[in-house]
């Protein structure tokens, strides 16, 4: 099993200081947290690479979120996904839910707060260091959590 930290870098002239219930919140004036863009970005990479992939999150609300960030990306580089419970039986490629995978997918991407208990059942994880300082530190706290289970985490800087 792989870990792959992305430390995404504080956005030029932006103030870091989102906490981490502001990362749950979107309506139409709020853009999305910028993990979660890049987080759909990576699940389309992922599924042009023939990858099945579960994008796990806090809530409902953020699922949602997902969805529609995956719903904006141009018709010609549509990313086939689904909620979980939704779909054809095996689901779509792209999986996003808020509660544990049913089916067995290759990565796992964790939009949570914490190292998801079924994180082993998959071959590689992504997970993200927001510039926000509150959710950074829960990011070190997820990098603990996978060092403690004997696991080293790779961390990619995205700049």
């Avoid at 504080?10 to 309506?27: F, I, L």
């Avoid at 579960?54 to 580089?77: C, G, H, K, R, T």
């Avoid at 914490?114 to 510039?131: D, L």
Wanted: net charge negative; glycine share 6%.
């Amino acid at each position: 099993m792989s870990v792959t930290f992305y430390v995404l870098a504080e956005p030029k002239g932006a103030a870091s200081d989102m906490t981490s219930a502001d990362a749950g919140t979107h309506n139409e004036l709020s853009p999305a947290p910028a993990h979660f863009a890049f987080a759909c970005q990576l699940c389309a990479d992922l599924y042009r690479a023939k990858q099945r992939v579960f994008v796990y999150v806090a809530n409902q609300q953020q699922a949602e979120l997902i969805d529609d960030l995956l719903w904006q990306f141009d018709p010609d580089s549509f990313v086939p996904h689904n909620l979980s419970g939704e779909g054809p039986a095996r689901g779509a490629p792209i999986e996003i839910g808020w509660q544990a995978p049913r089916q067995s997918r290759q990565v796992l991407i964790n939009l949570t707060d914490n190292m998801p208990e079924f994180a082993r059942r998959f071959a590689s994880v992504i997970e993200f260091v927001p510039a926000e300082a509150a959710l950074k530190a829960q990011a070190r706290e997820r990098y603990k959590q996978y060092r403690q289970a004997g696991i080293t985490p790779e961390t990619v800087t995205i700049g």
